[in-house]
């Protein structure tokens, strides 16, 4: 569903108008791009599975159309929540009913919350020049461009600490950096290394982790995650996505590549990893939102990146961020297998759960991923694990737990930070002490 200029511009205002008053909400909806699908009429509804039967009926419905879970189905009594196109709403609603599943609104306005994650982005358009990180607005969410200008001004800023390495090219044609921080000294420092956006749309991965690296380089309280550790961080994997997120679709999750013999444009990539590739939680169609691709690695950006983790050698400790539901996962996600780690995983996993928590009392579940989730294999995690030996590999599910989902308000990335903050301190202390 396209707009063109004018009545996209009359219908947004008019509709932010009773909300948010006329100035900002004009002013988002002529912020917002031209041609970026409207999600106007969209629902999310959360479906309430209570048998194993129910769960069966809504993960096949998964990897046979192009439903969008925003949270998969798993077992029995945990939620599923699902974005509902209006036009399929009629056809949804009366498939549940016919299988009995019960399901409520749970976001009745998508494009609201769409509006409402730019409405601070007005507030610093037009501020002063990047001369420093904490020039940086950390209080709003960043395009493509800008977060590759904070990695540069970062890298000018800190030179004899942080350096910028190109690892990749994607599918358009974008190139893909990691970023390194290191602080010298003790060669025999911990290596942690942590990615963000591999999926496109859940945009809190890279806003909380660009305020997280800004704390560790400016903040006297967090020198010791420098002086302790060697820190990689990859801030966009999903890079061609994310900027599809920008300027066309919000809540597109796929890379952007496209199969020859296919019509549907993308791959997920946290399907694409050589590691037990399609053996479970992924679909073959190309138009699932869970298409597991062609090959395994057949998305450039996967297939470097893991190049680049095994020139490194050693890690030891990986963590894939992702959002929402507030989970940490440790291996295996392909099937419900614990791995000879599983004591040690689960240990450090409930210290970074206990940390998150101390800061402001927000619950994360800590676990084996295929146990709390669901069996979903070609993972980040399940690859560092066995295929670049890293222990301590986690898939980290950042907030929330459901109310904006990926479209967390703005608001909330400190906060998210301070958090993910507080688990990083406590993994590099226990990679430390090993
Ligand atoms: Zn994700």
């Known amino acids: ?7 996209m511009n009359r219908s947004r205002c008019r509709m932010a108008m009773v909300t948010t008053g006329i100035f900002y909400a004009c002013i988002i909806a002529c912020f917002v791009a031209a041609d970026q699908r409207s999600y106007d009429g969209y629902e999310v509804w959360r479906a309430e599975p209570r048998t194993m039967k129910d769960v069966e009926f809504l993960k096949d419905l998964g990897f046979t159309t192009e439903i969008d879970y925003w949270s998969e189905p798993t077992t029995p009594g945990k939620p599923v929540d699902i974005l509902i196109h209006p036009d399929k709403e009629r056809t949804l609603r009366s498939t549940l009913e016919t299988e009995r599943i019960p399901f409520h609104t749970y976001i009745d306005n998508v494009q609201q919350l769409i509006l409402e ?76 290394f942590i990615d963000s956006l591999i999926h496109c749309r859940e945009w809190i991965t890279t806003a909380s982790l660009l305020y997280i690296f800004k704390e560790m380089m400016t903040n006297p309280l967090y020198k010791h995650m420098l002086e302790d550790a060697n820190w990689y961080f990859v801030p966009m994997i999903n890079i061609d996505g994310y900027v599809e997120t920008w300027t066309n679709d919000r809540l597109w999750r796929k890379t952007k590549s496209t199969g020859s013999s296919s019509l549907c444009t993308g791959v997920d990539a946290n399907r694409n990893w050589d590691s037990y590739w399609s053996v479970s939680g992924s679909s073959n169609d190309p138009c699932s939102n869970l298409y597991h691709g062609p090959t395994p690695e057949s998305e450039p950006v996967i297939r470097h990146l893991a190049r680049y983790v095994l020139s490194l050698g050693k890690i030891d400790g990986y963590l894939s961020t992702h959002s929402y539901s507030q989970y940490i996962l440790y291996p295996y996600n392909y099937a419900n297998i614990t791995t000879p780690d599983y004591e040690l995983q689960d240990s450090v996993g409930e210290k970074m759960k206990n940390a998150i928590y101390a800061v402001y009392g927000t619950e994360y579940t800590n676990g084996l991923g295929a146990t709390v989730l669901y069996e979903f294999s070609g993972t980040t995690s399940d690859w560092t694990y066995d295929k670049a ?39 590099k202390n226990e990679l430390t002490t090993l």
């Open 1 to 7: 569903m396209r707009y063109e200029w004018e009545s």
């Open 389 to 427: 030996g890293v222990k301590l590999s986690y898939t980290i599910e950042l907030r929330d737990t459901g109310e904006y989902g990926f479209l967390l308000p703005p608001e909330q990335i400190i906060p998210t930070g301070e958090e993910y903050l507080a688990a990083l301190e406590v993994f």
């Open 117 to 192: 994650q730019m409405r601070r982005k007005i507030e610093a358009k037009n501020s002063r020049e990047l001369r420093s990180i904490l020039d940086f607005d950390y209080r709003v969410y960043h395009d493509y461009d800008e977060v590759m200008e904070w990695m540069n001004t970062i890298t000018m800023e800190f030179p004899n600490n942080v350096t910028m390495e190109q690892i990749a090219v994607t599918y358009e044609g974008r190139p893909m950096y990691v970023l390194k921080f290191l602080g010298g000294g003790d060669v025999d420092k911990p290596v942690i």
